[in-house]
């Protein structure tokens, strides 16, 4: 079966700090791969999405940036982090082809920048 | 563009009553629609799903059915249990659009014994 991993599950920077959020997932070949951020009380936002290796889609204009070095790995990084980048990260999966309209989520990163 | 709206919160309701959750959606094409659920501090989980009209998507209880004419996916269950509370998300995916999901803001339901 099919599981996806986060990690840190927690994590807190100071403004200015540098970021790397890291998901993997396992038992399956070439997913495509998404990055979500939920702010608290509100919804989720899609940041990036990536359908294959070096492959990266950004939604939203920010001082965040995802890379895909391997298939199954996607990896959320920033240089210098901001007040508004705290929140719950999420990094989800689907199959590619037929089915990729189901996506499945990890458990999440909470970031807190102070 | 798409969109998806859902009923706002805060929901409170009894051990065993009925639950209805309001979604409405806009789309260009055809779209899967979704319930995710979203428990404290935690991943969201996919609850049911539906890929066209008429479906009815089913899982612990819970149902919710695809409506073209209405554009709507309400999510219901028959009898609520405390340990059901939690975020309650409607969701759309369009193969135009890559498959991305586009959420509705959340319902928090509360179940109270």
């Known amino acids: 079966s099919q599981t996806i991993h986060q990690w840190p599950a927690t994590l807190v920077q100071p403004v200015g700090s540098p970021l790397s959020l890291e998901c993997t997932v396992e038992?399956?070949?070439?997913?495509?791969l998404y990055w979500y951020r939920q702010a608290a009380g509100r919804g989720l936002q899609l940041l990036f999405y990536s359908v294959g290796i070096g492959q990266i889609s950004s939604e939203v204009p920010q001082n965040l940036s995802a890379s895909r070095p391997q298939d199954r790995q996607f990896i959320l990084s920033s240089k210098k982090l901001l007040l508004s980048d705290s929140g719950f990260y999420l990094c989800?999966?689907?199959?590619?082809?037929?089915?990729?309209?189901?996506?499945?989520f990890g458990p999440g990163t909470r970031l807190t920048v102070l | 563009g798409n969109s998806v709206t859902q009923m706002e919160g805060p929901v409170t309701l009894s051990e065993e009553a009925f639950l209805t959750i309001n979604c409405t959606y806009t789309a260009t094409g055809y779209p899967s629609l979704f319930w995710y659920v979203q428990y404290p501090g935690e991943g969201l989980q996919l609850l049911l799903k539906a890929t066209k009209a008429d479906d009815k998507g089913s899982n612990k209880g819970f149902e919710a059915t695809y409506r073209k004419e209405t554009t709507s996916f309400h999510l219901e269950k028959g009898s609520v249990q405390v340990s059901d509370s939690a975020v309650y998300f409607c969701a759309l995916s369009e193969v135009g659009s890559n498959y991305k999901l586009t959420f509705g803001k959340g319902t928090l339901l509360t179940v109270n014994p």
């Open positions: 038992g399956t070949s070439n997913p495509n």
């Open positions: 989800a999966w689907s199959v590619s082809g037929q089915g990729a309209d189901t996506q499945y």
